[in-house]
């Protein structure tokens, strides 16, 4: 279910690091959730520089990239992990596309297991033996 959106100013970036920004965000998605690639879906939302305010400024006038990103995760992963999945997806935005990192903005949106679906069906169900296992190791004393 991991899914990641980065909404870009259209034009900013080539296809090479449009590619290079997707397979490693899906790599690292991966990898912080120890989860099979196969789960992973990597997004590219180009917006129209008309159409994206950077400081109250357009960027078709100012020129200024302030890309923005977003993940799904299940309710009940670590906070460490999200946190990881922040900074390093900041970090990537940085690397390929050259982005001032202070310009940089993400967010992590949990959802509960219930509100999700996998081939129609509620993650509730598919996955119960995963969460089950996260909220018995979330509840063991560190």
Same mark, same amino acid.
């Given at each position: 279910m991991p899914i990641v959106n980065f909404h870009l100013v259209?034009?900013?970036?080539?296809?090479?690091? &449009?590619?290079?920004?997707?397979?490693?965000a899906s790599a690292l998605y991966a990898e912080v959730l120890a989860s099979?690639? &196969? $789960?992973?879906?990597?997004f590219i939302t180009p917006h129209d520089p008309e159409q994206f305010a950077v400081a109250?400024?357009?960027?078709s006038a100012s020129g200024q990239h302030a890309p923005f990103f977003d993940f799904i995760v299940l309710a009940g992963r670590p906070a460490e992990q999200r946190q990881r999945l922040l900074a390093?997806?900041?970090?990537?935005?940085? /690397?390929?596309?050259?982005?001032? $990192?202070?310009?940089?903005?993400?967010?992590? $949106?949990?959802?509960?297991?219930? &509100?999700?679906?996998?081939?129609?069906?509620?993650?509730?169900?598919?996955?119960?033996? /995963?969460? /089950?296992a996260r909220a018995a190791a979330a509840a063991k004393p560190a």
């Amino acid at each position: 279910m991991p899914i990641v959106n980065f909404h870009l100013v259209a034009g900013s970036s080539t296809p090479e690091q &449009d590619e290079r920004l997707l397979k490693r965000a899906s790599a690292l998605y991966a990898e912080v959730l120890a989860s099979p690639i &196969d $789960r992973v879906r990597a997004f590219i939302t180009p917006h129209d520089p008309e159409q994206f305010a950077v400081a109250g400024e357009l960027v078709s006038a100012s020129g200024q990239h302030a890309p923005f990103f977003d993940f799904i995760v299940l309710a009940g992963r670590p906070a460490e992990q999200r946190q990881r999945l922040l900074a390093a997806f900041t970090d990537l935005l940085v /690397e390929v596309l050259g982005v001032r $990192r202070e310009l940089v903005r993400g967010c992590c $949106r949990q959802v509960d297991p219930e &509100d999700w679906g996998i081939a129609g069906q509620p993650a509730s169900a598919l996955r119960r033996s /995963e969460i /089950e296992a996260r909220a018995a190791a979330a509840a063991k004393p560190a």
